[in-house]
């Protein structure tokens, strides 16, 4: 048992493979280095001025938007697909620097769609889908196609790339939907969820 335990340590060791996708995030976020934001030091608790501090004041106006608002916004062309986009991912840039709560970052892919879809608005007048131009962060356990979607296990940590996309990630495209980010998991995903009948309780205390 001891030599299994050994020999599974050395197959998956969480704190390489940690670093290794740390240094991953690192090396896509040092193309953005503008957006970037520095470590306010431990005696700051409240972060929420500092995810805006890098916007300009349409990009502040823009992400204060709800979703109805900006996809009325996008459809009149008052704002364009990449010009939102632009503005969550500085905030995504913002997050992960204070909070570390990206897994996957594939802005690149994001802007591609954004400009497709600002050039088929511009030449035909009409709206993708209900969603057109609306930026959407996944959850981890979601399958994106040609991602990791390793759930925070570092054992599935590269193991797990998608061959395809999961259902509700092909409505969201279907709508006019950009993806741009993945986001780690709470950590209530791991609490057992209780019977039809509610017994035993969904959470214990003690």
Known sequence: MGS???NNARTCDYREIAARKTADREAILAAYPDWRVPDPGSDVTDVTQLLLSKLTALENEIVHEDACGLVAKLASRQYTAVQVLTAFCKVAVASQDLTNCLTEIFFEEGFERARQLDDHLARTGSVIGPLHGLPVSIKDHILVE???GATGYASWAYKSYADHDAAVVR???????????????????LVRSPP???????FHFV
């Open 4 to 6: 299994t335990s050994s």
């Open 146 to 148: 040609g991602h990791d």
């Open 171 to 189: 409505i969201l495209r279907k709508a006019g939907a950009v993806l741009y980010v993945k986001t780690a998991n709470p950590q209530t995903l």
């Open 196 to 202: 039809l009948s509610f017994s035993p309780p969904l």
